[in-house]
């Protein structure tokens, strides 16, 4: 079966998103606000910001982008992130990544208020979710894991291989399938061969950056395969495994594009809402808890917000 992630992203946000949005606007009278940082300027990033901001526009979120030279210098950078952490109207900042070389990266990302860190990535967010507290987790992981879900693909005891091992993607989705009881494998490029690791799995999460890196004879039949890698070979897009060898051989798989990336546009609107939420709820932890765990359920659960 083709794990469809256009279908899973159209449901999530008819169910979820856009009702809650809804919610917002009679509640509070305002919508969720995100601003994006773009240094410098690079085809696939653009690619990415057009798509993340035709999907806020959908579901009435108020997004700008602040775009900046190449050259900009990393305290100029910190400065601009240090006015949007004290900017109240402000729900998420988003610092597209890679950024350029003469800056560093984690210096960057620790600076972002963590409440309004959508990708989940600062260190207080970092240490919710290896703690397996819900929190702000990041939106690729979390979208992978949606979409096991939306599938009903069993999680509870089976054997998962994730293959990549970074901050971004790899390390959260191994903990979120932890926190759904199964057992975990991280493969990276020193696990060789790669082969003996993904053919003793239920399920594989593909988080490398090689086209095909994952073929025919490298996996059981019934394995359920997510497919998050993004490759660009003579400008077509595609995945870290052989979708075309490998569908009609494996239970489940998503295709690139049109699996993972649409469910990581979700699940990062999904975390913008949730910052929202939060923001609102401030000054009470009961009702904080209540949200993260609604969040963290990934299911569309209709259009009523269960906690206010
Ligand atoms: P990354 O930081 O470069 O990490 C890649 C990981 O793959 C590393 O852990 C690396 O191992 C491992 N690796 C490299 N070659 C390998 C091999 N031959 N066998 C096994 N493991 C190998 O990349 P990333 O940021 O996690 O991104 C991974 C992919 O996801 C990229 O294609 C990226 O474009 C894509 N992506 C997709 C989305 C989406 O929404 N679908 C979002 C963001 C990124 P070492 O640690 O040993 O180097």
């Given at each position: ?9 159209q449901e999530y ?51 700008y982008v602040i ?68 929190n702000l987790i ?171």
């Amino acid at each position: 079966m083709i794990i469809d992630g256009r279908k899973f992203s159209q449901e999530y946000t008819d169910k979820v998103l856009t009702p809650r949005c809804e919610v917002f606007k009679e509640k509070y009278n305002k919508v969720p606000k995100i601003s994006t940082i773009i240094v410098g300027e690079d085809p696939a990033s653009e690619s990415y910001r057009r798509i993340r901001e035709k999907f806020f526009a959908k579901i009435c979120v108020d997004s700008y982008v602040i775009q900046l030279p190449e050259e900009i210098t990393e305290k100029e950078l910190l400065d601009i992130i240090d006015e949007q952490n004290n900017d109240d109207s402000i729900d998420g900042i988003l610092v597209q990544l890679p950024l350029p070389k003469h800056m560093d990266e984690d210096k960057i990302i620790e600076s972002i208020s963590p409440d309004k860190d959508i990708e989940g990535l600062s260190p207080g967010n970092v240490y919710a979710w290896t703690k397996s507290s819900p929190n702000l987790i990041p939106a690729t992981a979390l979208g992978a894991l949606a979409l096991l879900k939306h599938y009903q693909i069993p999680i509870h005891g089976k054997h998962a291989v994730v293959v990549g091992r970074s901050m971004i993607i790899g390390k959260p989705i191994a903990h979120l399938l932890l926190r759904e009881h199964a057992t975990v494998t991280i493969c990276h490029s020193r696990s060789k061969p790669l082969e003996k690791y993904t053919k003793d799995a239920d399920i594989i999460i593909a988080a490398v950056g090689r086209t095909h890196l994952i073929q025919k004879g490298m996996v059981k039949k019934d394995v359920a395969i997510v497919d998050v890698g993004v490759n660009f070979e003579d400008g077509k897009l595609m995945g870290d495994t052989d979708f075309d060898d490998l569908k009609d051989d494996v239970a489940y798989i998503s295709p690139v594009p049109g699996g993972s990336g649409p469910a990581t546009v979700t699940m990062l609107a999904s975390n913008l809402l949730l910052a929202f939420e939060l923001k609102q709820a401030k000054d009470d932890i009961n009702l904080q808890n209540c949200l993260r765990e609604y969040y963290a359920d990934y299911e569309a659960k209709g259009d009523k917000d269960p906690c206010i």
